[in-house]
C-alpha cells in the first residue's frame, strides 16, 4: 500500500480558506489520501495565519500546515507554532526564529486498513534565497543539516521549496533526487505544468499552485494592482474573490523504497454559491 499525500498551495485569504474546506472532502473521496497538508501563510487577509484559522483548517481536515515568508505576519501564531506539532516555520531562518523546522505526521488507521501500518511522512520547507524578503539561510546546506537530525532511519521525507525562482526550485528538485520523497515548490501561486519523478524517484513540482481566488493578481485585486503598477500611486493590495479554486498535487509514495510512484496536479473550482461560501 502506498502512501497517498495531498498537498496543497499557499491558502490565500477566506476565498481560499473556504476552497479549501469546501472541496475536502472531494479531494477525500477521489484520492482517498492518509495525509493531507497545505501551506497555509496567506490565510490571514493575503498575509499570515491566526491561531483561530489554524485551528478551524486543521477541523476541517488539514493534517499539517506548512508556513513561508509571511510566517511571523500575525505574530499571534508564535505561541501556536511554539506548541503545536502540527504547524512548522521555514527551517532556514535564523537560529532564534520560533517554531519547529520540521514535522512528523501519522497517518491515521483505518478500520479495514493494511496490517501493516503505514509510515510517518516528514515535512519540511525552505526558503530560496534569490528575491527572498526574509533573512533567509542556505536551503540546500539546511535540508542537509536537518535530514540527519530526523528520528527515524530512512524516512519519508516532504521537502517545500519556498521561492521566488523556478531556477531555484528546480535546483534543489535536483539536488535531493533519490534523497527525499517529493520536491514541491509554493510560494509564486501560479501552478506549473511540470509534474515528474525526477530519475531517481523524487517527485517534483516547480510551484502547486495557490488556493485562492484566480481572477486576481496572485490572489489580489486585479484593480488595485493596476491603480499600483499604472500611477505608481498607493493601493492596498486586499485579497480578491473571483474564481477560488484549489491548487496542489496528489503523491503516491511507495513506503520500502521511500520514493514517489505517481503524482498528478490537483486543480479544484470551488462554488462560491454553495456552503461554506454561503450559509
Ligand atoms: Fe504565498
Ligand atoms: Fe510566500
Redesign the pocket.
Known amino acids: 500500500m502506498p502512501l497517498r499525500v495531498v498537498m496543497l498551495g ?1 491558502i ?1 485569504g477566506s476565498p481560499g480558506r473556504l476552497a479549501v474546506m469546501q472541496q475536502i472532502p472531494v479531494i477525500r473521496q477521489r484520492w482517498k489520501p492518509d495525509l493531507i497538508l497545505a ?1 497555509g ?2 490565510a490571514a487577509a493575503g498575509s499570515g495565519l491566526t491561531p483561530e484559522q489554524y485551528h478551524k483548517l486543521r477541523a476541517a481536515g488539514l493534517d499539517g500546515i506548512t508556513l ?3 510566517v511571523y505576519k500575525r505574530d499571534q501564531i508564535v505561541p501556536v507554532l511554539e506548541t503545536e506539532q502540527q504547524i512548522i516555520r521555514p527551517a532556514n531562518l535564523p537560529t532564534l526564529a520560533k517554531g519547529r523546522s520540521w514535522m512528523r505526521l501519522t497517518p491515521a488507521s483505518t478500520p479495514g486498513s493494511a496490517p501493516t501500518p503505514l509510515p510517518n511522512l516528514y515535512v519540511l520547507t525552505v526558503l530560496g534565497r534569490i528575491f527572498s524578503s526574509l533573512p533567509a539561510d542556505d536551503p540546500f546546506a539546511a535540508v542537509d543539516r536537518i535530514l540527519p537530525e530526523l528520528p527515524e532511519r530512512d524516512p519519508i521525507v516532504l521537502v517545500e521549496v ?1 521561492a521566488e525562482t523556478t531556477s531555484e526550485k528546480q535546483a534543489l528538485g535536483w539536488y535531493l533526487d533519490g534523497r527525499v520523497a517529493a520536491v514541491v515548490g ?2 509564486t ?1 501560479v501552478p506549473t505544468a511540470d509534474a515528474k519523478i525526477l530519475p531517481h524517484g523524487t517527485g517534483y513540482i516547480t510551484d502547486l499552485g ?1 488556493s485562492g481566488p484566480y481572477e486576481s493578481v496572485l ?1 489580489r485585486r486585479i484593480d488595485r494592482v493596476l491603480t499600483h503598477m499604472t500611477t505608481a500611486m498607493h493601493a492596498p493590495f486586499d485579497v480578491a474573490d473571483g474564481d477560488p479554486r484549489v491548487c496542489g498535487v496528489y503523491l503516491e509514495i511507495d513506503p520500502a523504497s521511500r520514493r514517489t510512484t505517481h503524482i498528478e496536479r490537483i486543480e479544484l473550482k470551488a462554488d462560491p454559491h454553495a456552503r461554506p461560501f454561503v450559509a
Request: charged share 20%; glycine share 14%.
Open positions: 499557499d490565500v501551506n501563510e496567506n513561508g515568508d509571511h519556498h509554493t510560494h501561486h495557490m490572489g
